[in-house]
Every structure is written in structure tokens, then in C-alpha cells.
């Protein structure tokens, strides 16, 4: 899939800010150090820095799923099958006191369909920092604390469903924060992969030349001109069925990069090439470093921040390719929880038309996309402060 | 001139060739081959397959031979225009393809066409009348188009038309034309079907498009020779469409090369939700039971139309712009 590709532009509008005297802003600008250039430059993009504090919080719920979770994602229960998202009600009268209702399954006599009704007599209050399932927070910390919850040793017709419940009666909510955790690291660990392969390959293409940056060239071209789902729904198909679900999270991970490092290898082959012939590497080379001195301690801090942010233009590709094998039943299976997971149940238009909720799970995906495009646009500008 | 094009040429032809052997590395590598995923299936019916027959049918396939035997088998009966047998369908896989290949390449043709013809006029907008409403708008469209991946943004209208229009959008061919033999009407019939899922297809690439046309023209725009047509007295419309266009036009048309794979790929997957005869939902299938003839031939296939669309591609580029003709030659 190749990369969305976009071109902000907010960062080059002027700034509204009043200027203090010039010399004085000029002289700030001559001393401050190549990280802090770029700083400012990233915060004028206001956009990117919205959606650097989403991203943050993406990764706060990767850290803290089980927190935030409220039931067992894997519990299932015939009894509240497809149940509809509840409404929360904030006040109790006057007073602050979040609850939500019961409800009372029925089947609808002519279509034997599943039917809720909520029930205003009963208040199922919303606690704080309530008890609930056992789990280890941010793995170490045995706790069973979460975040919402029920008082404990209610019947099972008082409980909470904020996005509702899918087919095996699994509550959705839940299930969202799981997935989250497995989707976004899968990109990330992707990403990681890809970075390796991009940075060695690309970085043998931009730094040698000649014969071996004619053959990685040749092979980029290949790779990028073969639609990709086609290979990764092969490749997919190919991993056994008895395997766990780590060792298919790992293999999905490792197919979707093996496609995935070309953009990455462009822009650190294109970074080398600008880079060879300036005058602080020609003195490093002149002094006798080492190449690999050269390489690792001369160029690449100079253009790490262009590195940074060609991997979080990577980013969105991954989830997405994710998500779309895991969609197709290719990718992760259940028990995995992924995005793509909970959306396999959205495949079915009847389905959908009847349970709309079960179309929630594409909305973090869109949003973790947008967020990361515009994180990267913001942070492909930053990267080269000295540019107009 | 032509020294490029050859080079694009053999480029091509070496490309075709990884994907030959990409596509059959990925069907070889499944454990068990056809006749295991067989006699599971016969299994579950009840019958039972006895060792002589698996043999038999190993043979029959020369499924035992080694690897590279078994690839070279496949590429002699492919350039006699022979595809093999599907294991599944018993038939040739030819004919188990059959239109559905057809069907792809329109689908992926219409999804193409309607990204330029999107494209090129929203893009133009944006950059002379750039920070305006439309401007804007054409932003935040195009930002959508880009993060919604297409299988959702199919899945989301297919529910609309469903709750909205109590519709089903999806399909080709509507149904009394769904089995007809091949007429103006069933054509014109495919033609009214094809807009909405070539929309879906194409909107990644169009919001792309946009973006990249609208910076490039928006970077001619502030060049002298545009104040010199216009102080020349020529027409808005003149100025801007016979000269700044035409530059920017450049970069714009070199990007289709990767627009296309980006098509197809998606077309699968767009086909699968939508229930499009096309390819796509037979490749599932076809992957699921390990045929591997089958597979194998749509994923060749699937790859060698792309190539031949990006080289048809790379031949239109040279064409509109000079400066790569006089380089190369």
C-alpha cells in the first residue's frame, strides 16, 4: 500500500505572534541548539501538535487496556448477545451520581429476534476505580482495580455496556481497548522492522553507490510496482493454523514490513546522497575515521529527525494493512483482539443494519491514521529547520 | 526516447518475472499441499481417501517433484497459454477466471480514469484560489480520503444505502443481468454500476492526486513567467492552463505508476466487501483451500497488469514531457 503522501501547509503561514525587537529574536535563533529549531518549528504546526497529544493518548491506553477496561474481553454470555451501547446518565435528580439502567432481554415474538429493553427502575451505578477482573498494571503491578465498574456481586442483568456487546456477548468497550494495545504496537514493531531493513539497505544504496545502489534501486522499483495485498493475503494464507497467537502476531508483523521498508530506504538513501559530499564528513573521512564511525556518529544524528519522520509516515500504512488482513480473516485470529478482529464482525451488511455499533472499531482506526499523517507532515517540516 | 522505454521495458519484464516467482514461492509455502486440504475435506463429508489415490492424485499433479521442477512445469505450460487445472473447481483455471479478470481490469480502469478526471480540475481549484472555501473543503475531503481505508469507506456506504435507500449498492451487474450473455444493454448495465465502487477505489489516490497537483501548481504560480502572460494581457483562464498547468502536470503524471499497484491491491479487498465479481473473492478462496494453480495464476496475473498499466504509464510520461525524452536519448 503505499503511503499516503501529503504536504501541510499551515507551518508556512505566517506567524501572528507580536515579534519582540529582531535582534533580540535573531539572537535566540543563532544560539539555540538544532533540537530547539526544530521544536519551535513543530509547535507553529498546530495541527501536528493536536495530533501528537492523540497519538500520546493512543499509547496511554496501550499502556493502561486493562485499566481502562472494565470486563473480560473474552467473556462471552448467550444471555446479552448484541446488546445496543447504553446511554449514560450523568445525574441521579440533582445529584452527580453516573448510572445507567438495567435491562430485560426479550425475544420479539414475530421475528425471534433478540430484543432489550431498559428498564428506568433499576440504577446500576458507575463506581470509580472499581474491582473488577485481576491483572498486572503496566504488567508488574497485580491489581484489580479499573478504571469504571459496577459494585461487585451484582446479577449478571446489572452491568455496563458503553459501546454495547457483539455477537457472543462480549462487551464491545473492552474489546476496543485490547485491540487498540495489539493494533498499535503490531504498527509499531512493524515499523521497527521495516526501519532496520530501510536504514541497512538504504543506507548501503546512498552511502557506496555505483553497483550495489543500482541493484537496491532495481529491487525497490520491483517491490513497489506489485500490488500488495495480493502477495500479503498469500503469505498470510501460508501460516500454519495451529500456530498461537503470538507466534502469528510476530509472522503478520514481519510480512507486512517485508513489504513495507521501501519508502523508508528512499528517504534515508536520498538523506546520504545529499550528505556524502559535505565538508564535515570529507574532514571526518580526511581525519582518518572509520566508516563506520563516519556513518554512525557523523551522519546519521544529522539526519535523524528526517528518519523520525519518514517512520511515523510509515506508521498508518501498517495499521491499515493490519487491519485490512486481520478484516479479511488472514490476519491475526481470534482469541487475538485486534481492530481488524472486531471488525470482521462488521463484514455483513444485515448484520450491520440491525447492530451499527459493531462498526465502532473503524473509528479509532481513522483516527490513528489522521493523527499520524499529520504527526509526521508536522514533523517532516520540524526536521529541516534551517529550510524556508 | 526509445533507449527508455527499453530500459523500462526490460525493467518490466524482470518484474514479472520476481512475481512469477513470488507467486508461487507463496503458494508452495502453505504446509500439506491441494491433496491434504482433499482428503481433509472429503473427511469432513464422511469419505474416506485412501493412500493409493492421495499417491494417485499427487502424481497427477506432480506435487512430488522438487521445487524448482514444479516452478518450471508452471512457467512452460504458462507461455503455451495454459494455466492448469483448478484443483477445486475441476476445471481449467482459465475458465474458472474467465470475465472476472475482465471485470478487475475495468473496475481498476474506471477507478484510475475518475481519479484524474477528479483529480486534475479539484487540484487546479485549490491553487489559484487557494485559502478559499472550496480549497478547504477539497482539504478535508481529501484528508478523509486518505484515512479511511477503503474496505471501511466501502463497508460505511454499503450501510448507508442500506439504512438510507434500503438499497444494496453492491454488485456490477444488477440482478436479471447478472447471468445475461453480453449485450449493449448489460454493458451500459456495468457502466451504471461502476461509479460507486470506483469511487471507493479511487478517493485514496484522487485526495492524493489533489494534493500533489495543487502544491506543484501552486509552486508555478509564483514564477516570473506567469506575471509576463498575464502583463502579455492573456486571458486568466489562458495563463493559467496553457503554461503552469502543463508543468505541473509533470510530477503529477509520474506518480501514476504508483497509484496503479495501490488500485489494484485495494480492488480486492473493495471487491470482497461489496460482493464485486471480480477477482478478489475468488483469490480468498482460492488461498483458503490451497489451489494452488488457481491462486498462483491470479496473483501473476493481477501483477502483470499492473506492470503493463505502469509501463503504458511510463510511455505517456516520456510523451507529454520533453525534458525526460532529451535526457535519456
Redesign the interface.
Known amino acids: ?2 503511503t ?4 501541510l501547509d499551515p507551518a508556512r503561514a505566517p506567524a501572528r505572534e507580536p515579534e519582540p525587537s529582531v535582534t533580540a529574536r535573531e539572537q535566540r535563533i543563532f544560539v539555540a541548539s538544532q533540537w530547539q529549531l526544530m521544536w519551535w518549528r513543530f509547535r507553529r504546526h498546530r495541527v501536528a501538535v493536536a495530533s501528537a497529544i492523540v497519538v500520546a493518548g493512543f499509547y496511554l491506553v496501550v499502556l493502561g487496556a486493562d485499566f481502562l477496561a472494565y470486563a473480560d474481553p473474552n467473556a462471552s454470555e448467550a444471555q446479552r448477545s448484541l446488546m445496543p451501547p447504553q446511554r449514560v446518565y450523568w445525574f441521579d435528580g440533582w445529584r452527580f451520581s453516573p448510572h445507567v439502567h438495567g435491562f430485560k432481554g426479550a425475544r420479539d415474538p414475530q421475528t425471534f429476534k433478540r430484543v432489550y429493553v431498559a428498564d428506568p427502575t433499576q440504577k446500576v451505578r458507575l463506581r470509580f476505580f472499581a474491582e473488577g477482573f485481576e491483572y498486572y498494571f503496566l504488567g508488574l503491578i497485580p491489581t484489580n482495580r479499573h478504571l469504571i465498574g459496577v459494585d461487585p456481586g451484582l446479577d449478571a442483568a446489572k452491568t455496563i455496556f458503553l459501546l454495547g456487546t457483539d455477537v457472543q456477548g462480549r462487551d464491545l468497550w473492552s474489546r476496543l481497548m485490547f485491540a487498540t494495545r495489539i493494533s498499535l504496537t503490531i504498527g509499531l514493531l512493524g515499523v521497527a522492522v521495516s526501519l532496520v531493513l530501510g536504514v541497512i539497505l538504504g543506507g548501503i544504496s546512498g552511502f557506496y553507490g555505483g553497483m550495489a545502489d543500482t541493484v537496491i534501486q ?1 529491487v525497490i ?2 517491490l ?8 500479503w ?3 498470510a ?2 501460516l ?1 493454523r495451529e500456530w498461537s497467537v503470538l507466534q502469528v502476531y510476530f509472522a503478520i508483523t514481519v510480512i507486512i514490513s517485508l513489504l513495507g521498508w521501501t519508502e523508508l530506504a528512499r528517504v534515508v538513501r536520498g538523506r546520504f546522497l545529499a550528505m556524502r559530499e559535505e565538508d564535515f564528513v570529507v574532514s571526518a573521512r580526511l581525519v582518518g575515521c572509520s566508516q563506520m564511525r563516519t556513518i554512525f556518529v557523523h551522519m546519521v544524528p544529522s539526519f535523524m529527525s528526517h528518519i523520525i519522520a519518514a517512520t511515523t509516515l510509515a506508521l ?1 500504512a501498517m495499521i ?1 494493512s493490519e ?2 488482513l486481520s ?2 480473516g ?1 490476519g491475526l485470529r481470534p482469541p487475538a483482539i485486534s481492530w481488524g478482529v472486531l ?1 470482521q464482525q ?2 455483513n ?1 444485515q448484520t ?2 440491525i447492530s ?1 455499533w459493531l ?1 465502532l472499531p ?1 473509528v479509532p ?2 483516527l490513528a ?2 493523527a499520524f ?1 499529520f504527526l509526521g507532515d508536522g514533523l517532516r517540516d520540524a526536521a529541516d529547520p534551517y529550510s524556508r | 526516447m526509445l533507449t527508455y522505454i527499453g530500459r523500462r521495458a526490460v525493467l518490466a519484464l524482470f518484474t514479472v518475472w520476481a512475481i512469477s516467482v513470488l507467486a508461487f514461492v507463496i503458494i508452495q509455502l502453505p504446509p500439506g499441499d491441494y491433496v491434504t486440504s482433499y482428503i481433509a475435506q472429503m473427511a469432513s463429508m464422511g469419505s474416506v481417501v485412501t493412500d493409493e489415490e492421495a499417491q494417485n492424485l499427487r502424481i497427477q499433479y506432480g506435487l512430488g517433484q522438487p521445487m524448482y521442477v514444479q516452478y518450471l512445469k508452471w512457467m512452460r505450460q504458462i507461455v503455451q497459454g495454459n494455466f492448469g487445472m483448478s484443483m477445486e473447481w475441476q476445471r481449467p483455471v482459465t475458465e474458472v477466471i474467465g470475465e472476472r479478470l475482465w471485470l478487475t481490469v475495468a473496475l481498476s480502469v474506471a477507478a484510475l480514469i475518475l481519479t484524474w478526471t477528479l483529480a486534475l480540475p479539484i487540484g487546479i481549484y485549490s491553487a489559484v484560489r487557494q485559502y478559499s472555501v472550496g480549497d478547504y473543503l477539497a482539504t478535508f475531503v481529501g484528508f478523509i480520503g486518505l484515512a479511511v481505508p477503503n474496505f471501511l469507506l466501502a463497508l460505511v456506504i454499503l450501510y448507508l444505502g442500506f439504512v438510507l435507500f434500503n438499497a444494496h449498492i453492491g454488485g456490477l451487474f444488477s440482478p436479471e443481468m447478472q447471468d445475461a450473455p453480453w449485450s449493449a444493454a448489460k454493458v451500459w448495465d456495468l457502466l451504471t454500476h461502476l461509479p460507486i465502487p470506483a469511487l471507493i477505489l479511487g478517493l485514496a489516490g484522487t485526495a492524493q492526486q489533489i494534493r500533489i497537483m495543487r502544491a506543484n501548481l501552486l509552486d508555478e504560480l509564483r514564477k516570473p513567467y506567469v506575471v509576463t502572460a498575464r502583463s502579455k494581457g492573456l486571458s486568466e483562464a489562458r495563463v493559467i492552463v496553457k503554461y503552469p498547468v502543463r508543468v505541473a502536470l509533470n510530477p503529477f503524471a509520474s506518480t501514476i505508476g504508483y497509484t496503479l499497484p495501490y488500485i489494484v491491491s485495494g480492488s480486492i479487498i473493495v471487491s470482497l466487501v461489496l460482493g464485486l465479481p471480480t477477482v478478489g473473492p475468488l483469490l480468498l478462496k482460492a488461498l483458503i483451500a490451497q489451489d494452488m494453480f488457481l491462486a498462483g495464476t491470479i496473483v501473476l496475473l493481477l501483477g502483470v497488469m499492473t506492470v503493463v498499466g505502469t509501463l503504458v504509464s511510463d510511455i505517456l510520461l516520456v510523451w507529454i514531457d520533453p525534458r525526460i525524452r532529451l535526457e535519456e536519448t
Open positions: 500500500m503505499a499516503p503522501d501529503v504536504v532495481r522499483e520491483i513497489r510496482s506489485i500490488p500488495t495485498i495480493p502477495l493475503m498469500g503469505l494464507a501460508a500454519p498508518p491499515i487491519t485490512a478484516f479479511l488472514l471488525l462488521a463484514q451488511v450491520v443494519a451499527p462498526m473503524a482506526v481513522i491514521v489522521m499523517n
